[in-house]
């Protein structure tokens, strides 16, 4: 925490509290600068790929190490706690998708392990770029400030609802056909008169279109949430560089609030790998039924 603190106090030094918040949530992009627009496919953020992507080759090693110690004697604490969390997404993969699970369940497992990850990112100390940059500046190199957190990037977590999106359609196509898929879109959930077909495929295009914004927009805003209430508690260690008389107030609320929200968000971490777990799991299993 006192690293932190001495961390988040030279940054304000330097900046308005509005500033050094709005600092810490831009991206680091390949146009240099952020975007300009909500929707713009020329800007790419290069923190968001990057840490997406480790955290995701992260999460397969750690399953495929589970997977190659896995004994058939007494298992080890990593094995139990593993086979725990695989038993519980199978359980749930059975009691939602009614059909052949071979890639579902696995994917499911993924998804977990892999949301796990990129949540806990928000873990890490927000000023930890200045940290590492003052032990490595000896060797003539520095990391670029950039946002350490993937799932506090729209961009992020729209991209992930929106391959579930795709998923749902794939299985929709090979469970019902493209006859029956597109029947259902103009039968369900009025009747199939003709008459109520264009009253039908709108609410079902609404439908899907809810399912891939809110699937994204929920992990995306209770991270980048948590992100800020972060952001809040490192600046109560840097009060007095705003001309306020609260030096004690800042150290001390930044440590007993920074440590309780740490503790909180954990919860939140693993909350949240488990609703889009879970929600993933329940738009895929509605593909493989027929209304």
């Given at each position: 925490m006192s690293s932190e603190v001495h961390q988040a106090h030279e940054a304000?030094?330097?900046?308005?509290?509005?500033?050094?918040?709005?600092?810490?949530?831009?991206?680091?992009?390949?146009?240099?600068?952020?975007?300009?627009?909500?929707?713009?496919?020329?800007?790419v953020n290069l923190d968001t790929v990057f840490w997406a992507l480790l955290m995701?080759?992260?999460?397969?090693?750690?399953?495929?190490?589970?997977?190659?110690?896995?004994?058939?004697?007494?298992?080890?604490?990593?094995?139990?706690l593993v086979e725990m969390i695989v038993e519980m997404v199978n359980t749930q993969a059975k009691?939602?998708?009614?059909?052949?699970?071979?890639?579902?369940?696995?994917?499911?497992?993924?998804?977990?392990?892999?949301?796990?990850?990129?949540?806990?990112?928000?873990?890490?100390?927000?000023?930890?770029?200045?940290?590492?940059?003052?032990?490595?500046?000896?060797?003539?190199?520095?990391?670029?400030?950039?946002?350490?957190?993937?799932?506090?990037?729209?961009?992020?977590?729209?991209?992930?609802?929106?391959s579930v999106l795709i998923l749902v359609f794939f299985y929709s196509f090979k469970i019902k056909g493209v006859g029956g898929f597109l029947r259902e879109l103009i039968s369900t959930?009025?009747?199939?008169?003709?008459?109520?077909?264009?009253?039908n495929l709108a609410l079902n295009i609404i439908e899907y279109l809810a399912k891939g914004v809110s699937l994204g927009m929920r992990l995306f805003g209770n991270m980048y949430a948590g992100e800020l209430v972060f952001l809040l508690i490192a600046l109560l260690g840097s009060v007095w560089t705003f001309n306020l008389d609260l030096s004690?107030?800042?150290?001390?609320?930044?440590?007993?609030?920074g440590s309780a929200w740490a503790i909180f968000h954990i919860l939140v971490v693993l909350l949240q790998a488990f609703i889009f777990m879970m929600l993933a799991l329940v738009y895929i299993g509605q593909a493989h039924s027929h209304h």
């Open positions: 304000a030094e330097q900046m308005t509290p509005t500033a050094y918040i709005s600092e810490h949530l831009q991206n680091l992009t390949s146009s240099g600068g952020p975007q300009s627009s909500i929707i713009d496919f020329s800007v995701g080759f992260i999460a397969a090693f750690i399953l495929l190490i589970a997977a190659r110690r896995a004994t058939p004697g007494v298992p080890g604490r990593f094995q139990c009691s939602i998708v009614h059909g052949n699970r071979t890639f579902i369940a696995p994917l499911a497992l993924f998804v977990f392990f892999w949301v796990i990850l990129l949540n806990t990112l928000d873990l890490i100390p927000v000023d930890w770029v200045l940290g590492v940059n003052h032990f490595i500046k000896s060797f003539g190199v520095q990391v670029p400030h950039h946002r350490l957190v993937p799932t506090t990037d729209l961009n992020a977590t729209m991209g992930m609802s929106l959930p009025f009747g199939a008169k003709w008459c109520l077909a264009p009253f004690l107030f800042g150290l001390v609320g930044h440590v007993i609030a």
